[in-house]
Nanobody, 126 residues
Framework: VQLQASGGGLVQAGGSLRLSCAAS????????MGWFRQAPGKERDFVAA????????YYADSVKGRFTISRDNAKNTAYLQMSSLKPEDTAVYYC????????????????????WGQGTQVTVSS
């Protein structure tokens, strides 16, 4: 599956952005979806994930209550709605797909994902 992330940009602290991840090539509903972010000089960190069906979501503690992950399987797209943004949210954001097998759950580790998008820059000014 090919993933294309979009929606990043420059926003003031307290503002909002919605990231999109458009998938193509294979059946989107075969995959759990995740969002990760990477700031300069730092590791790629887990942000949020959603099961293949959309029934369950998972968040890093640092974004819980501010970010919302969702998906529309009919549109082959996953989303990350980001609100109350902080300067420390500044990073390149990546979407990723993890092949779903029976009784598996979205991984919080980057190594658990099979496909990656190209990343979209989010910059939050203070």
């Amino acid at each position: 599956v090919q993933l294309q992330a979009s929606g990043g940009g420059l926003v003031q602290a307290g503002g909002s952005l919605r990231l999109s991840c458009a998938a193509s090539g294979r059946t989107f509903s075969r995959y759990h979806m995740g969002w990760f972010r990477q700031a300069p000089g730092k590791e790629r960190d887990f942000v949020a994930a959603i099961t293949w069906s959309g029934d369950s979501t998972y968040y890093a503690d640092s974004v819980k209550g501010r970010f919302t992950i969702s998906r529309d399987n009919a549109k082959n797209t996953a989303y990350l709605q980001m609100s109350s943004l902080k300067p420390e949210d500044t990073a390149v954001y990546y979407c990723a797909a993890q092949t779903h097998y029976e009784l598996t759950y979205p991984n919080r580790k980057a190594a658990g994902y099979d496909y990656w998008g190209q990343g979209t820059q989010v910059t939050v000014s203070s």
